[in-house]
């Protein structure tokens, strides 16, 4: 008998494993892992280099990033937050380094450093780690005179455990989610969350790399009207689907911080409009379509002589600037002082609010998380343990939560497993 089985060995699983294991040497604790390795997940995250955390130190202002957990995590993380995570590493050798867009890895600059301090620590604290161990099921052990204990029954592929309590940390598992599903816990149905656009368009055909900071927006499709989401978020600027920040343009459509925070706050519309719907894209996002026409009407003044497509008139790229002339109506070798209204406006509408036909999606390699999971309400998020079921607990990405991209993910799957573990650690029986 174990008093902690704790299925998963990825980020949530093995922090939590560590925390009990420092807190309450003398629980007996192993994880579960399906797989031949643990952590595969932070081997390749952060494009190998695991961006573990993120600078953003007020609890208040970190919830902000979580599209899904947004309310809950406000707890939690005045418990457990970014700086607890560089403490954590840190007292065990380990520096983070700070980017200039807040997101913060190994100083090393390999996920592998922080694979050898989970490891490491795991071992030196006596946590057993079986792997090519799938937990197929799960079962409450009902208390009786030859069972006083209670507790749980796992099974694996390989063999039956018995533990006094569980942690469940297996990420975005469909299998498991059907297992507590059996056990009586509600499953927001999974959707996938932070990707990139499919967009063929000639505007952005043949410039992939070329990138600028915009805002952009989600179009309903038959009204053209801002698509709202229902996030029951307390911050008002994000009830509508919009962002700001760079976009990417790609081989095979948009990328970049502003379409991924799209992706994961219309995470569910943008799965129910089957991946096909309409943005806008201001390119110039100090301006107003109307300021920019202004602006060209001077510029037509001043440069009159000038070819178009050869004059800087506003901050862009250049491959850029060349597409939504030629896209506006105005030939490559047209004179500024030959631009009719119409042309002008045209490549106005093009700059501030051109509009592109999305058709799919594609997945984002530095990262890709899933939203959906165990129903927030169900969890008690001053322990991590379930509501329905006593002595069962969660931690990591198994819950309905995710982020955006920037090392979010991960914070929620180090804060839920502290306080799991602490929970744990100190709780009698
Ligand atoms: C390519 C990629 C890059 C990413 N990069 C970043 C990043 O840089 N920063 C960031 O914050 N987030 C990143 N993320 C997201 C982040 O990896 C996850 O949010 C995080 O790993 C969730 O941790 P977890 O422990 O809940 O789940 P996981 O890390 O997925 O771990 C779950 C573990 O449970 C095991 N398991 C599943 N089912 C069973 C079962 N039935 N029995 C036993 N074991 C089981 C799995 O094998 C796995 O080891 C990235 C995601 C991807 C896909």
Known sequence: MFDVLIVGGGAAGYFTAITIAEKNPELKVAILERGKEVL?????????RCNVTHAEFDPNELVKYYPRGEKELKGPFHTFCSGDTIAFFEERGIALKIEEDGRMFPESNTSQTIIDCFVNEGERLGVKVLKNSSVVGIEPIEKSDKNPLGGYSVESIQKKYHAKKIVVATGSNPKIWKLLEKLGHKIVP???SLFTFNIKDERIEGIPGVSANVTVDVLAKKTGQKVTIDL??????????????????????MSGPAILKLSAWGARVLNEANYKFTIRVNWLPEYHQEAVLKLLIQVKDVEAKKTVLRTHAVDLPK??????????????DTKWADCTKIQLQNLARELTAGEYAVDGKSTFKEEFVTAGGVALKEVNFKTYESKLIPNLYFAGEVINVDAITGGFNFQNAWTGAFIAGTAIANKSE
């Open 40 to 48: 595969t997940k932070v081997k390749v995250s952060g494009g190998g």
């Open 232 to 253: 029951k978020s307390k911050v008002a600027s994000k009830t509508i689907l919009e962002s700001e920040g760079p976009l990417l343009i790609t081989h095979w459509g």
């Open 319 to 332: 491959r850029l600037w060349v597409k939504l002339v030629k896209a506006s109506g105005i030939a490559s």
């Open 190 to 192: 999974p959707v996938p």
